[in-house]
């Protein structure tokens, strides 16, 4: 009888010519076609369809504040109080949209050399009252230097700017400051610089509401 060793080198033997036979079959070409199929429709493999295009989203239009009106009326009228006071503070934005564009009207075309961007303005409310809107110009010379200037909410620095003149804030050396307190038409008011970003003058209208001027390559 065979000992245990030649058995087990009998089954190797086997499994072994099973492996090499089935590693040389080839896949016919119908057999590709469906695998590459089945690895688009799949994603990739991921089990999920890949996306390729959509229409995309478009600006939202500012609320029409006689209609909005109008829909709050009526919906006050039949009782349905949740929509009427959806429908007025609809009307405040749309509002505040206004008032915003009249506010960019009323900047200058041009501040120093830099020419008003106008492609770049911007007027943001996403909920009604002043601290949720904010106003953006931005001022270039069409090469290297810019200025931009936001007003209204800006969540950004309003933290920071609370946190510094409510003295919680510790100053570098006097050698070594990169930060500053002064003074904008007896605003009290914040200069910054930063070298990636440049120089930052913060003027606090509020909690939240303030001006910010954010000026790329200029000089001191």
């Known amino acids: 009888m065979p ?45 999920k369809p890949t996306n390729k295009g959509g229409g995309g989203l478009t600006n939202t239009t500012p609320p029409d504040v006689v209609q909005q009106i109008n829909d709050a009326e009526q919906a006050h009228a039949a009782g349905n109080f949740s929509d009427a006071r959806y429908s007025i503070q609809q009307a405040l934005v749309g509002v505040e949209i206004q008032l915003g564009r009249e506010l960019l009207k009323a900047l200058p075309d041009q501040i120093l050399d830099l020419k008003e961007d106008t492609l770049q303005d911007k007027v943001v409310s996403n909920q009604w009252g002043w601290s949720n809107l904010t106003i953006l110009r931005v001022y270039t010379d069409g090469k290297e230097r810019q200025m931009s200037m936001s007003i209204g909410n800006n969540s950004l620095y309003s933290g920071w700017v609370n946190l510094y003149f409510s003295g919680a804030y510790t100053q570098a050396g006097a050698n070594d400051q990169n930060v500053k307190q002064v003074r904008v038409k007896n605003y009290k008011a914040l200069i910054q610089y930063d070298d990636s970003k440049g120089y930052t003058l913060i003027v606090p209208l509020g909690q939240s509401s303030m001006i910010v001027w954010e000026c790329i390559n200029f000089k001191d």
């Open 3 to 47: 000992s245990e060793a030649q058995l087990l080198k009998k089954l190797k033997e086997k499994a072994e010519k099973k492996i090499l036979g089935e590693s040389d079959k080839k896949t016919t070409p119908a057999e590709e076609t469906q695998t590459s199929d089945n690895n688009t429709m799949s994603g990739g493999g991921s089990g």
